[in-house]
């Protein structure tokens, strides 16, 4: 039996959310680098301070809500009669791949992320990180005696030949019921002043972890049922009611479209590392450099108006379950194509200038789509042992009628009310009418490849 006293010891660091997180002393080296104390200046939620000013929170205290979390995982699935048989080796591998689980992020949350170019998914840039030997980060995890190739392997898991060592750890950590989701939707709810994260019974839920062996992924005893819907519930509310609220959306296609305006720019400087280790000040002040580089007016440029919160208002929506698939099928095109989305936002402002006669530089009209595959999971184990049941066998899946009814209701409220595509445009209510009345012929009208 792993002896796992050590996370009870060394620096005690004093978090809202979780009271006091002991890290071993091996692994301060890993906070005290240069790469993950960057991400106190990385925020959580992005731009949803614009509309729940609480939410300042940082990659810095997930990532150590996360470690902690993960610290309670282990020790519950070491006790599970189907334990996974877990090395010291592993557990530190594990732990240290929580620790650093978002040190590739980009500045605002995901935002850059959905701009393809030369962004790649956080996980992979971490890897780049962790693996390079000149980062402090490497260097850190080389004194402790943790392989850097296992941590990346268990951070950036969708990758070929992954040991199947390391692919069972990283289920661990990212999966249905993982650390990092159990410590963002607890943390975010509490920092925007939401009561969803509230209705979770988070020792119930802890307490109800166990293992299976055939999945190879955490699962949960029948007493955590409840628990566990609770935290898939506050998932869909946190998408509809902060991540993906209107406003939130304005500001973050507003920003994009901002850097796709530089990036456009005939003699364009800006390079990918001008993203990948900024700052979000870093990134701001970059881009207003750039900006006045190229002559462009600062205060009305998409940044400037977002810092003086001057933001698009809804112009359309468009709600999946309108039957009009054609559109879904081009949204998921354009999701993954941002340059087209770019050419038809410009196309779509000449057509309402055509028709208005109203001066339209191009940029005055933007659509929003949210992240497609981006739905509740509810892949999950439930062991009933002896409460099973008579004419099933264990363990059931948590969609099982049995179990839970949860999942089909919150897959067809969430495509319904959650995910929906907007067209946002600039506060000139002639402006909106027009795009109102007009968008939809023109989109029908759109083709692609």
């Known amino acids: 039996m ?21 890290i071993p002393p091996e692994m301060m080296a890993l906070i005290d680098a240069e790469e993950f104390q960057r991400l106190r200046d990385i925020s959580q939620l992005g731009h949803v301070l614009l509309v729940y000013p609480g939410a300042r929170h940082s990659r810095f205290e997930h990532s150590l809500g996360v470690f902690h979390i993960a610290g309670q995982f282990i020790k519950q699935l070491l006790k599970s009669p189907t334990s996974p048989q877990l090395s010291l080796e592993d557990v530190r591998v594990l732990l240290a791949a929580s620790l650093l689980h978002d040190i590739g992020h980009y500045p605002f949350s995901h935002l850059l992320e959905e701009m393809q170019m030369f962004f790649i998914d956080h996980e992979t840039r971490g890897r780049q990180i962790i693996i390079d030997k000149n980062t402090e980060i490497n260097r850190a995890l080389q004194q402790a005696g943790i392989d850097p190739l296992r941590v990346a392997n268990v951070i950036d898991y ?44 988070r020792d119930r839920l802890l307490s109800s972890i166990t293992y299976d062996p055939v999945s190879q992924r ?73 900006m006045g580089h190229h002559k462009i ?34 949204f998921r095109h ?26 339209l530089r191009g940029d005055e009209i933007l659509l929003d789509i949210p992240r497609f595959g981006k739905s509740p999971e509810v892949d999950l184990k439930v062991f009933f042992q002896s409460h099973i049941p008579i004419d099933k066998a264990d363990p059931l899946s948590f969609d099982d009628p049995q179990v839970s009814l949860l999942k089909d209701y919150l897959l067809d409220n969430f495509e319904a009310q959650a995910k929906v595509v907007r067209i946002f445009c600039d506060n000139q209510p002639s402006l909106r009418e027009a795009v109102n009345a007009h968008a939809l012929n023109f989109l029908k009208t759109w083709t692609y490849e």
């Not at 304005?250 to 456009?264: E, P």
């Open 2 to 22: 792993i002896d796992l006293r050590f996370l009870e010891e060394g620096k005690a660091i004093r978090d809202p959310i979780w009271g006091y997180i002991h």
């Open 158 to 201: 969708h990758q070929p030949d992954i040991p199947e060592q390391d692919l069972r750890l990283a289920h661990i950590l990212s999966g249905t019921l993982d650390p990092d989701k159990i410590d963002y939707l607890l943390r975010d709810s509490r920092y925007c002043g939401v009561p969803f994260g509230e209705s979770v019974n």
């Open 218 to 290: 955490p699962a949960i005893t029948y007493k955590g049922v409840s628990a566990v819907e609770a935290l898939i519930f506050t998932n869909y509310l946190m998408y509809r009611n902060v991540y993906w609220h209107h406003t939130v959306r304005s500001a973050n296609a507003m920003f994009k479209r901002g850097i796709q305006d530089l990036l456009a720019q005939e003699h364009c400087t800006l390079q990918e590392t001008d993203f990948d280790r900024a700052t979000e000040a870093d990134l701001i002040h970059r881009l207003e450099d750039e």
């Open 297 to 330: 007016d600062q205060r009305e440029s998409m940044v400037g108006r977002i810092k003086r919160r001057k933001l698009y208002k809804v112009a359309h929506m468009f709600y999946p379950q309108s039957g009009q698939d054609n559109l879904q099928d081009l």
């Open 334 to 359: 354009l999701y993954y194509h941002p340059e087209e989305r770019y050419t038809l936002e410009n196309k779509l402002c000449e057509h309402i200038s055509h028709i208005t006669h109203a001066p």
